[in-house]
């Protein structure tokens, strides 16, 4: 795992996808990663949509030097960790315009075999968690991606909410431990299919 | 809705979606529906798979007396609700079972224009609750079936956990209030839609 | 069906969609539509990208007196076709994008009760044209919207490829008189779904 | 790949997933497979229904020798290929009562990391063929399976339908070489992520 390189993309407009997602860097480091990037999809929202919203402008604000996530940086990663907001039980559009520029690299084949998992966060309890990582990973399977969602491969995953398809939370609630490590699993566990897929790849 | 025909169409193996189903009857009543009908799908379990599981074989005694699910019912019904645990994100062999014996009424248009929505339960908070009735209105597409999801329409739903494809519970836990609320709201909407439905294929 | 009024809303990067829309439109005007309105969403992509590709250039230049969608025309409309290519089993972000704006009117309720389908493209025979509409679909569902899928209610739907979630087709091929005739059964079904539950909100 | 134990589980009713399962067995063995297995899921129809049904009678004579699938089949293989028919966008009761009595394998963990693709027909050309998959894959996330969907990882996949999510067909036409290279593309890929995932594992 010492050489595998890990992509964190999240979308996030009031925080709790960044939570998340520098959760997943810390147990990536805690795993003994290669190397990890935390990075946002470009905002599309206009300035004064989010001027107004006090809570999303506080975000963006603190998350100003989080770097933008490039077609280089998916090539360059072995493994990939979504987080994201449900919009109505699909993907935000900023993370879905990401995702439409991603034809040059899919087209030849760069795309294929990156281990992937995702997250994800509604307003609601069962506000669209489940059917939002669904959408995304149908897009995984169309670029030819590994899906390593956790299953109830560990008793975290429970603990956790139960999320077979990644994990999920409410929106605006507390983030507890049992998220952090549900978390720590989930990453745990695509790195090691990653770690697995990357040698296969190499021999 | 005076003269609106409603089949609450259940599978339950330790009582949760006996629960509901319970529940949607009486709200129905309380609507006023013209006639309802509470239904059980047959059971494919072996009798000692039953045997073993106190829980299951308590409910199967308990609920000997109701009527299993006939293709007559269907085609007699203007509006169903189905309450269904999940199995792994999908429907339980029960339910699937009885779907699949409706080639003859589907072949012959008489699926079509039902009003439907669904309710369910799974294990885990997140355990299927949002997969298993996007499966089950997958199926429903197919019948030609409308299709009357709670969404976001009474503040009922948000209380009841905020599930807009349908009412959704954890099994084991017990069923509040709040659920109960949230069941009669989704019948109310299910009958409205499903009397709009009727007056207008009467016209 | 005299007072109900249409909104086809399309994206469309090189004309299928816009295609679709075009028959939608002509379709509910021989079903005596109140009124319908044909409208884009809004081009997200940099003009660059359009500029690269000819035959995306040639259609925004083409279809650059089409109005473009705006939150009152949802507002307005009774009833909403949808018509989109699929991007990896998604909606483009150009879509996700409108419907992302979507907020005030479903919190204040005001997209509840639409009646809404949806017709898709992709660029191979199996590319997502199922899952695509599955992805409208639930969104329509956190609406509460109500979903009136063809299913198999006309024999154009069978000959039309026998998609029952709406009509699809494979973008590049010429699009065929049997998909002509299952777009008119599809708005046919549509509007007359529409127009029972006009009448029913009307009492 | 020598020591890689694959199971070909499949329904069939009138001979499509058969064939789509012989063909994988085939491929697999040219690709120096360990051990491979057809096996077919237990019918549930009664025997009434099949004797009205000359051709599905007619499969069900000459497939009498296949095997049946048991529990000990899914702990002892290291991937996995389904193939089946839809059920209006979900899977037969035949192949979903199999997997209903997993419970015990994915409660101890032996469902994990089992490497998965699925293949399936409908009546239509979009018929269903993309949801049935998905509703599969839904239960390999619960079970903590690894999918490795064939996306778009060889020309054959678009020669056969250009379906990411695993080879599809219409069920009724001719089966065609470009289905059986497709066919042949996705075992290979799936015993190819399997052999990886097993070295893995053992290490």
Known sequence: MKDLKLAVIYYSATGTNYQLAQWAAEAAKNNGV???????VKELAPEQAIAENKDWKKHVEATKNVPEVSL????????????????????PSQLQ?????????????????????????????????????????????????IIAAPGYTDKAIFEGGGNPYGVSVTAGEDLKDTTKNAVAHQVKRTLQIGGWVKKGLSE
């Open 97 to 145: 315009q990401f995702i439409d520029t991603t034809g040059g690299l899919w087209f030849s084949g760069k795309l294929a075999n990156k281990v992937v998992s995702a997250m994800t966060s509604a307003s609601n309890p069962h506000g669209g968690q489940e059917t939002t990582l669904m959408s995304l990973y149908k897009t995984m399977h169309h670029w030819g991606a």
């Open 34 to 40: 290669g190397e990890v990037k935390v990075l946002k």
């Open 72 to 91: 280089d940086d998916l090539e360059w990663a072995d493994a990939i960790i979504f987080s994201t907001p449900t919009r109505y039980g699909n993907l």
